[in-house]
């Protein structure tokens, strides 16, 4: 049986939850502490040397970067698929989620992350997660913590807002050409979508509503509705896991 390493059901995490729980896949869970650096252990680290979450092993095959197990999970176990079959839209799916790798998830960790966590850290001993930090291997992932810790600056967040008012707008766009976010059938493309924007009423609720999104927020409710998506989002160790964040990717240099 496949083991699954992952976070709160929320991010990237919560991606491979919902395309395992989609596909009606069995498999073992791990829940690793994001914000107590579990995902700094040695044990973890001889899986995947970043200390990323998620981590799937299938096969005797440790594979991290949730948008490649996504697409992984879709050739390996192709009975229930969430790729279209038009090449077209598989184009698609796969625009959205390169469009989420590089722009979505940096933009809405930074927002969540300052909503709600940072004071949260700035309570923690500093000299105790000064430590924490300079254990993570490796040099990027330390910088990111670090620059999260110290919480980011009006222009960084303005501009984090910027690229989110813009997502919103192109799913509004997308959505209106079939229901989903890649034609009329449901695919990876709105997983990948979901696992992040889940953050938007509670982190950026004035980007969302029925006069200016309205196609997105009956999105939102036909996600949340899913039943691999309630089980995905139950699997995390608190109520809500879009009220917790961590430090997500770098921002991809825009323009």
């Known amino acids: 049986m496949m083991q699954l390493y992952h976070w709160e059901p929320n ?10 729980r989609e596909k009606g ?4 869970s791990h829940y690793l502490d994001v914000l107590g650096f ?32 996504c ?3 879709e050739e390996a176990y192709p009975a229930v698929p969430l790729m279209p079959a038009a090449p077209h839209q598989r184009w698609a799916v796969r625009a959205w989620q390169k469009y989420v790798d590089d722009y979505v998830a940096a933009s809405m960790s930074e927002l969540a992350w300052q909503t709600l966590e940072v004071e949260a850290f700035r309570s923690r001993d500093r000299a105790a997660l000064d430590a924490a930090i300079a ?3 490796m040099r990027e992932r330390r910088d990111v913590w670090t620059a999260a810790v110290n919480g980011y600056g009006a222009e960084q ?8 008012r813009e997502t919103v707008a192109r799913m509004e766009n997308d959505l209106g050409r079939g229901g989903w976010l890649a034609g009329s059938g449901y695919s990876l493309a709105d997983i990948a979508l979901f ?7 509670r982190v950026a609720p004035d980007l969302l509503g029925e006069q200016v999104c309205p196609k997105v927020v009956a999105w939102l409710g036909r996600m949340r509705a899913r039943p691999a998506v309630r ?8 109520g809500d896991p879009f009220a917790t964040a961590a430090p997500g990717p770098e921002q991809v240099r825009w323009g």
């Open 157 to 164: 967040l303005q501009r984090a807002r910027e690229r989110l």
């Open 135 to 137: 254990r993570i291997p």
């Open 25 to 28: 896949l069995e498999f073992g």
């Open 231 to 238: 089980a995905a989002l139950a699997m995390g160790r608190r």
């Open 195 to 201: 696992a992040w924007c889940g953050y938007l009423p």
């Open 38 to 69: 579990e995902q700094h252990a040695p044990a973890f680290l001889e899986l995947n040397a970043s200390g990323e979450v998620p981590v799937l092993v299938d096969r005797g095959v440790a594979m991290s970067e949730s948008s490649y197990v």
């Open 71 to 73: 697409e992984y999970l």
């Open 11 to 20: 991010g990237a995490s919560a991606r491979v939850l919902i395309a395992l």
